[in-house]
C-alpha cells in the first residue's frame, strides 16, 4: 500500500537553529516526493521536489530535502530557522499509478525568538 | 497572475442536502485535483483530471460525491445527501500537466463545509 507518515505533529526549533521535519513514504516503484507548506489562513504552497536525479534538492525559501532510497525518507532540512517558517507542512507522495497523489498528517512547525 | 480559486469559501448546510463546490483553476493547467482535509488530518485525494482523460476517481468515499469538469476548465464537486462526517475542508489544485512543473500543483484556499 502506498502510504506517508510524518512521525511528528509538531516540532519545535529556536529562532537561527537548523531544523528537520521527518518523512518517511512507502511506495511501488520510483517515487515521486513533494513538500508543501500551509501558512495560518493561507493555501498549500509547493516547496520542492524529488523526481530523479541529485538526493538533495533545494527548493524555496532556503529549505531542502534530502531523498534516501534505502531508509525511505525525504526529511525537510533548513540550516536556521526563522519565526515566519512557523507553519504546516505537508509531505506528499505520488502513486505510479493513476497520478493519485497521498498526502501526510503533517507537520507543526513552531520557531520561537 | 491569478491563482486557484474556489466558492463558497464557507458553506453550512444541513443534514440530507445537496451541496455544489466549485473550483476555478490556473489558466492552461490541464490537470485538476480535489481533495478533503479533516480536521488534525492529512489531505485525502478524492478526484483526479488530466486533459480529456477519464477521471481518476478512485478517492472518493461514496456514491454521494461525483464531480465534473467542464471544457477542460472549471471543476464542481457535488455531495448528495450531506452527512456530518462529510464536513471538512474541500481543496482544489492544478497543475500544468506537462513540462517540468508537471507535477508541481497550485491550491486553492479551500470551501470550509459543515454539516449540521
Known amino acids: 500500500a502506498q502510504s506517508v507518515a510524518q512521525p511528528e505533529d509538531q516540532v519545535n526549533v529556536a529562532e537561527g537553529n537548523p531544523l528537520t521535519v521527518k518523512c518517511t513514504y512507502s511506495v511501488s516503484g520510483n517515487p515521486y516526493l513533494f513538500w508543501y507548506v500551509q501558512y495560518p489562513n493561507r493555501g498549500l504552497q509547493f516547496l520542492l521536489k524529488y523526481i530523479t536525479g541529485d538526493n538533495l534538492v533545494k527548493g524555496s525559501y532556503g529549505f531542502e530535502a534530502e531523498f534516501n532510497k534505502s531508509q525511505t525518507s525525504f526529511h525537510l532540512k533548513k540550516p536556521s530557522a526563522l519565526v515566519s517558517d512557523s507553519a504546516l507542512y505537508f509531505c506528499a507522495v505520488r502513486a505510479f499509478e493513476g497520478n493519485k497523489f497521498y498526502f501526510g498528517s503533517g507537520t507543526k512547525l513552531n520557531v520561537k525568538p | 497572475g491569478a491563482g486557484v480559486s474556489q466558492s463558497p469559501s464557507n458553506k453550512v448546510t444541513e443534514k440530507g442536502k445537496d451541496v455544489e463546490l466549485r473550483c476555478d483553476p490556473i489558466s492552461g493547467h490541464t490537470a485538476l485535483y480535489w481533495y478533503r482535509q479533516s480536521l488534525g488530518q492529512g489531505l485525502e485525494f478524492l478526484i483526479y483530471?488530466?486533459?480529456?482523460?477519464?477521471?481518476?476517481k478512485s478517492g472518493l468515499p461514496s456514491d454521494r460525491f461525483s464531480a465534473e469538469r467542464t471544457g477542460g476548465s472549471v471543476s464542481t464537486l457535488t455531495i448528495q445527501r450531506t452527512q456530518q462526517e462529510d464536513s471538512a475542508v474541500y481543496l482544489c489544485?492544478?497543475?500544468?500537466?506537462?513540462?517540468?512543473?508537471?507535477?508541481?500543483?497550485?491550491f486553492g484556499p479551500g470551501t470550509r463545509l459543515t454539516v449540521t
Open positions: 489544485a492544478s497543475s500544468p500537466g506537462q513540462g517540468r512543473f508537471f507535477w508541481e500543483q497550485y
Open positions: 483530471f488530466q486533459g480529456n482523460s477519464a477521471p481518476d
